[in-house]
């Protein structure tokens, strides 16, 4: 069983940045962000592969995201850059054992969540 905990979330301008980080404990995994709005479907965000050589972002985020995983550690990290009115949502932590990750059919644990609010 693969427990998941977020960290980072918070509000900040149009063009800054966030760093989000989700620790692991239970077990090691793909892992990756997901993100709902209000009234939207839940999206796919970033993934990073267990070993760290693959990674998956999603359109909307190239460019201006980046994921990066300390295996030791095992946790993810979520650098956001470049921050947009349109990146707010709760961000949740995902993993699963099938790569990629980018289907929630996919994901397996989910973390409980933190707020990404960015303002205009």
């Known amino acids: 069983q693969v427990q998941l905990v977020e960290s980072g979330g918070g509000l900040v301008q149009a063009g800054g940045s966030l760093r989000l980080t989700c620790a692991a404990s239970?077990?090691?995994?793909?892992m990756g962000w997901f993100r709902q709005a209000p009234g939207k479907e839940r999206e796919f965000v970033a993934a990073?592969?267990?070993?760290?050589?693959?990674?998956d972002l999603a359109d909307s985020v190239k460019g201006r995201f980046t994921i990066s995983r300390a295996i030791a550690r095992n946790t993810v990290a979520l650098q956001m850059n470049s921050l947009k009115t349109e990146d707010t949502a709760v961000y949740y932590c995902a993993a699963g054992s099938d790569w990629p990750i980018r289907s929630r059919q996919f994901v397996h644990y989910w973390g409980q969540g933190t707020q990404v609010t960015v303002s205009s």
């Open positions: 990073i592969s267990w070993s760290a050589r693959s990674t």
């Open positions: 239970g077990g090691t995994a793909h």
